[in-house]
C-alpha cells in the first residue's frame, strides 16, 4: 500500500519556523519526484516546491514567494522529504501536502499525503 504521511505542521508565530516531513512507503521512492503543495482556505491548492530522484535538483514556485526561506531536501534512505521553513508569514497558512510523482512509458503514477495543517500568527 502506497502511503504517504506529513508531519511537522503546527501553530507558529510570524517570523518562526517549522520543518515538515513526508514519511513515504510502498513504492520506489528513488524513481519518485516529491512535492509540496499548500492549500489555503477558499484558495486552490497550489505547487510551493519540488525536489527531483535522480540529481535532486529543486525547483521553488517563483509565484508563492518562498524561495530564500523555504528548503526542500530529501533522505533516500529513510525515503523522506522534509520541507523547512523559516521567517513565517500569515499568508503562508494552509494545509500542506506533499506529493510523489512519476512517469513511465506515457502513464502518470500520482500519490498524495492526507495533509498538514500550518497556521501562522500575526
Known amino acids: 500500500e502506497v502511503q504517504l504521511v506529513e508531519s511537522g505542521g503546527g501553530l507558529v508565530q510570524a517570523g518562526g519556523s517549522l520543518r515538515l516531513s513526508c514519511s513515504t512507503s510502498?513504492?520506489?521512492?528513488?524513481?519518485?519526484?516529491i512535492g509540496w503543495f499548500r492549500q489555503a482556505p477558499g484558495k486552490e491548492r497550489e505547487g510551493v516546491s519540488c525536489?527531483?530522484?535522480?540529481?535532486?535538483?529543486?525547483?521553488?514556485l517563483e509565484s508563492v514567494n518562498v524561495k530564500g526561506r523555504f528548503t526542500i531536501s530529501r533522505d533516500n534512505a529513510k525515503t523522506t522529504v522534509y520541507l523547512q521553513m523559516s521567517s513565517l508569514k500569515p499568508e503562508d497558512t494552509a494545509v500542506y501536502y506533499c506529493?510523489?510523482?512519476?512517469?513511465?512509458?506515457?502513464?502518470?503514477?500520482?500519490?498524495w499525503g492526507q495533509g498538514t495543517q500550518v497556521t501562522v500568527s500575526s
Open positions: 525536489i527531483s530522484p535522480s540529481d535532486g535538483s529543486v525547483n521553488y
Open positions: 510502498g513504492f520506489t521512492f528513488d524513481d519518485y519526484a
Open positions: 506529493n510523489g510523482e512519476r512517469r513511465l512509458f506515457g502513464k502518470t503514477y500520482n500519490y
